[in-house]
């Protein structure tokens, strides 16, 4: 359900987009569509609940990877959308770019639907299990939220993501205008050339998820720490 509502929530963050006259309502656009990406979090807890523990950092990276994937697909494709909706717009650029949010809007939707018939648990979702005594009910979120956020570690790992996230995010965003205006590069060149950093994570994240299971085997939880550390330091 929390899945299901941060990609809703995306949607009106991309009609603001769509109908924009100036900073304000874009960047209010740009808060709501930030927000939903929290869906890459509750994927991760979501793939963590399915899989065994020996393992679950291939899975986790692996999911992770395609999610940002996806960064590097909208760089390859959307110069080709936007070609698209230029040839029936008789080249109008204002309309054209509008028009391409109506893409992302269909994505989110059907992601939703297939979310929807999903469950929870491998053996059930969370109302069944609980109705049949297999699960005890929740204490709510705000014990959740309350315990995350006294939790030393849990702030540790903020900073870290924040920061190495928010240098991929930069990177996503500002490749294609580089490309295009410092070597005159037309979108359809430069957003596939942009795309190249993103696609990395397929690659990148799954061999992650590797050296952490490997290094779990051998040394427990101090070895994904210690992994993480070294390839950061590194970094």
């Not at 109008?92 to 469950?119: D, E, K, Q």
Request: aromatic share 12%; glycine share 12%.
């Amino acid at each position: 359900k929390t899945f299901i509502f941060l990609l809703m929530l995306g949607i009106p963050g991309m009609f603001l987009f769509a109908f924009s006259q100036g900073a304000v309502t874009f960047t209010l656009g740009r808060m709501l569509i930030g927000l939903s990406l929290a869906t890459f979090v509750t994927c991760q807890v979501w793939c963590s609940q399915f899989f065994d523990r020996s393992i679950v950092g291939k899975v986790n990276a692996t999911a992770g990877g395609w999610g940002n994937l996806g960064g590097g697909i909208t760089l390859l494709t959307m110069p080709f959308i936007m070609e698209f909706f230029l040839a029936i717009t008789g080249s109008n650029i204002g309309l054209s770019w509008r028009l391409c949010m109506i893409v992302p809007i269909c994505m989110h939707l059907g992601a939703a639907f297939l979310i929807s018939t999903g469950r929870d648990l491998p053996d059930g979702s969370y109302k069944q299990l609980e109705a049949s005594g297999a699960k005890q009910k929740s204490k709510g979120a705000a014990n959740v939220v309350a315990l995350g956020f006294s939790n030393t570690n849990a702030w540790i790992m903020l900073v870290t993501y924040g920061l190495c996230f928010g240098v991929e995010l930069t990177m996503n965003n500002k490749l294609t205008p580089y490309f295009n205006r410092y070597y005159g590069m037309h979108p359809t060149l430069a957003g596939p050339l942009a795309a190249c950093f993103s696609l990395m994570n397929l690659a990148a994240r799954s061999w992650g998820g590797c050296l952490s299971d490997a290094m779990a085997k051998q040394f427990g939880l101090r070895g994904r720490i210690a992994a993480m550390w070294v390839i950061q330091t590194i970094e």
